[in-house]
Each structure stands twice: as C-alpha cells, then as structure tokens.
C-alpha cells in the first residue's frame, strides 16, 4: 500500500520561506509523477506544482517564482521550497503522487503566514 508521509508545515512570518517534504513508501518512486496540492480554509483543493519523472516541472501561477518543486528518487522523496511567502498562502499543502492504477495523497501539512 502506497503511503505519502508530508513534515515541514508551520507558522512563518509574511516574506519568510519554509520547506516541505514528502516521504513515499512505493518501491516505482522514480517512474511516477509527484507534486504538491493545497487547500485553503473554505475553498476547493489546487494545484501548487509537479514534477515528472524527467524532472520537468509545473507551477500554478501565483507560485511561480516563488516556489520550487524537487525530488530525490534515491530517498522516494518530493520537496517543496516556498519562499516569499504571503498570508493567502495559508493552507493544508497535500503530497500527490500518480500511481500506475490510481492517485495517491498525503494527510496533508498545515502552513500558516501570518505575523
């Protein structure tokens, strides 16, 4: 059974940078594509950015720039660097991972910017 284990979340100031990760227990790590998801209070879940097995990348926009995805195929594990972070930044961020027969998620990390 796939499991997506996120740390990092916490309380940042406004302007201030935090740093996700996401631990996969699935041996095919390095052929799925990966990425972050967040849901902020009273609004749907979105995009935050992707990864592919080739390493390329995809943001939503009001992240580009200011956030950047990676990943450690040895260690089965995607990051998330958030820098430059505002109060509408405030959500649960959720780990995605594409399975060959179906779609993973974590339970989630909560991120708060707020002074």
């Known amino acids: 059974q796939v499991q997506l284990v996120e740390s990092g979340g916490g309380l940042v100031q406004p302007g201030g940078s935090l740093r996700l990760l996401c631990a996969a227990s699935v041996t095919s790590f390095r052929l799925r594509t990966t990425g972050w998801y967040r849901q902020a209070p009273g609004k749907q879940r979105e995009l935050a950015a992707t990864i592919a097995p080739n390493f390329s990348t995809d943001y939503a926009a009001t992240m580009k720039g200011r956030f950047t995805i990676s990943r450690d195929n040895a260690k089965n594990t995607v990051y998330l660097q958030m820098n430059s972070l505002k109060p509408e930044d405030t959500a649960v961020y959720y780990c995605?991972?594409?399975?060959?027969?179906?779609?993973?998620w974590g339970k989630g990390t909560l991120v708060t910017v707020s002074s």
């Open positions: 995605n991972l594409q399975g060959a027969v179906g779609t993973y």
